[in-house]
């Protein structure tokens, strides 16, 4: 396990779990995250990603780590390498309920992309418009696991439960007024879900759920 001093790096992560580890990057300056990238990248361990990655720091972050250095700016990701071609069982979709939860949702999106699951993309499709998700449920249905990413009263993550066979990971967003309580009343409303197979991952964590989403992907895909 190469140790920087700041930090372990965990290169046994991907036999262990079938992916390498992925770099937090909020609190950790450029320096830090690029070493951290090169230790992965010197082991073989690509593609690697950091997440919660600013701008200022991603400029860095490119100058150093040079052409296989990719930045996806809404969801604050940093991908180094290239995503694995899917090799999952099926399809992972991923539904967020209106425009400002697409960040959230990128970040799902782009985990489940870049450790080799085909993923689709539904966004603005929230309860407040009905219509909309109704237009893509067979689709959803279709998909392997459905990652909905939603703010306010969270009511995606529910009705999407009810309408799909396959498991649903519901994504609770810090978006809405101020009673939203920074996503809490979201994510208590998916908690208290009462359509089956849903599960729940913390505010804001399109790279949990996006981990979860590809592991339930690649279960099918070793049984096959």
């Given amino acids: 396990m190469p140790d920087l001093g700041f930090a372990k790096v965990d290169i046994g992560r991907f036999r262990r779990q079938g992916v390498p580890e992925v770099v937090y990057g909020e ?9 951290i990238l090169s230790v992965l990248r010197a082991e073989g361990q690509l593609p690697a990603i950091a997440t919660r990655v600013d701008v200022a720091k991603a ?11 990719q930045y996806f700016a809404d969801a604050r990701l940093v991908r180094l390498g290239k995503a694995r071609k899917p090799d999952g069982a099926g399809t992972v979709a991923v539904a967020a309920a209106g425009t400002s939860d697409i960040p959230v949702a990128e970040e799902a999106a782009l985990v489940a992309e870049t450790f080799g ?17 109704l237009s893509c449920v067979d689709a959803l249905a279709s998909a392997s696991v459905v990652v909905a990413v939603a703010g306010m009263e969270g009511a995606l993550a529910s009705v999407i439960g009810g309408l799909v066979p396959c498991p649903v990971v519901a994504v609770p967003t810090s978006v809405g007024y101020g009673a939203s309580l920074g996503g809490v009343s979201a994510l208590l409303a998916m908690l208290n879900s009462c ?5 729940v991952v913390n ?6 759920a996006g981990i979860l ?11 096959r």
Avoid: M, W
């Fill in 117 to 133: 699951n085909s993923v689709e993309r539904f966004y603005d499709v929230g309860v407040a418009g009905l219509d909309r998700l």
């Fill in 59 to 69: 400029r860095i972050l490119k100058r150093r780590l040079g052409r296989e250095f």
């Fill in 27 to 35: 609190g950790k300056n450029a320096a830090q995250i690029g070493d």
């Fill in 213 to 223: 989403a590809h592991k339930i992907n690649h279960t099918g895909a070793r049984q």
């Fill in 195 to 199: 359509a089956a197979g849903v599960s």
């Fill in 203 to 208: 505010v804001d964590n399109g790279f949990g």
